[in-house]
């Protein structure tokens, strides 16, 4: 299984174009989003570019299926203009070797999610890009394309057939699994 990993766009509109961009250039099985698609919140300033009529536009042009949890800026409205489910708290994804759990990170979190019968635990929230194993577990935090909170520029995560890529938006490598064992 290939799937793109991407959270906390925000409503930016040249953010939903990189992503269609990196879906046909990496034409995944399935794309996950880790909350946060639409709207800023009160916390952060309005992007540059926010455009969220722009960015459902966008997102209702993808074919691949999505899974999406929700994030502390979703609401119910949402539902209304996206094509793929968005309110669920948390979403499982499994393939053969792989149990994968998913949260915005607000809510449920590595500090208190039900840690048995999982290999992977994928969140958003921070902003801030993290890849790292503990007790037998892969966290993912693929940090934001819009509003990142570090370093990096902007990134997002690439699973391929249970190695996770970290990426920058240049497409250059934060951290990957194969570095972690």
Not at 22 to 32: A, Y
Not at 41 to 67: F, M, Q
């Amino acid at each position: 299984m290939k799937a793109l990993v991407f959270s906390d766009l925000h409503g930016k509109r040249d953010s939903s174009l990189f992503l269609l961009e990196r879906l046909e250039g990496e034409k995944p099985d399935l794309l996950i989003l880790l909350g946060d698609i639409l709207y800023h919140g009160p916390r952060n300033d309005v992007p540059a570019g926010y455009n969220p009529k722009g960015v459902i536009e966008d997102l209702s042009k993808i074919k691949c299926p999505i899974i999406s949890v929700r994030g502390n800026c979703e609401a119910e409205v949402d539902q209304m203009v996206l094509p793929f489910p968005v309110l669920s708290e948390t979403a499982m994804v499994y393939d053969s070797k792989s149990v994968i759990l998913l949260s915005h990170g607000h809510i449920w979190n590595e500090e208190n999610i039900r840690k048995e019968g999982i290999t992977h635990f994928f969140s958003g929230h921070t902003h801030v890009a993290k890849l790292y194993q503990k007790e037998g577990i892969t966290y993912l935090n693929p940090g934001s394309i819009s509003i990142p909170k570090d370093s990096y520029g902007g990134s997002y995560a690439l699973w391929n057939d249970g190695n996770i890529k970290l990426l920058r938006k240049d497409g250059s490598l934060i951290a990957e699994t194969g570095g972690l064992q």
